[in-house]
Nanobody, 124 residues
Framework: QVQVMESGGGSVQAGESLRLTCTASGLTWSKHNWAWFRQAAEKDREAVSCISPSGRLTYYSDFVNGRFTVSVDDATNTVTLQMNNLQPEDTAIYYC?????????????????WGRGTQVTVSA
């Protein structure tokens, strides 16, 4: 049974940081790219960032604007999203996902396995 699990969400003030962590079991880590998506209230789910299983390829959506860093530890099958200078517009449920591709084409249609999500709330 495939399980993708996020942790590390929470509530912070604008300008503060959070680190999200994703682990997965039941699948072959090296055969998947790994992505972070987010979904704010009454909005569509959107890609935030992705990374290849080796970590050599990364992608960030424009709104990240240098504030987030995605990394992978293939020894522990863990993907981390370090989010700095968080702003109220970053408030959303953040999802980790195994994806077929990593790049500008990364979208919900490319996802093979979803985590359940973790809430990130940023207050002004």
């Amino acid at each position: 049974q495939v399980q993708v699990m996020e942790s590390g969400g929470g509530s912070v003030q604008a300008g503060e940081s959070l680190r999200l962590t994703c682990t997965a079991s039941g699948l072959t880590w090296s055969k998947h790219n790994w992505a972070w998506f987010r979904q704010a209230a009454e909005k569509d789910r959107e890609a935030v960032s992705c990374i290849s299983p080796s970590g050599r390829l990364t992608y960030y959506s424009d709104f990240v604007n240098g504030r987030f860093t995605v990394s992978v530890d293939d020894a522990t099958n863990t993907v981390t999203l370090q989010m700095n200078n968080l702003q109220p517009e970053d408030t959303a449920i953040y999802y980790c996902a195994a994806t077929k591709v990593c790049g500008v084409q990364t979208g919900v249609a490319m996802v093979t396995n979803w985590g359940r999500g973790t809430q990130v709330t940023v207050s002004a």
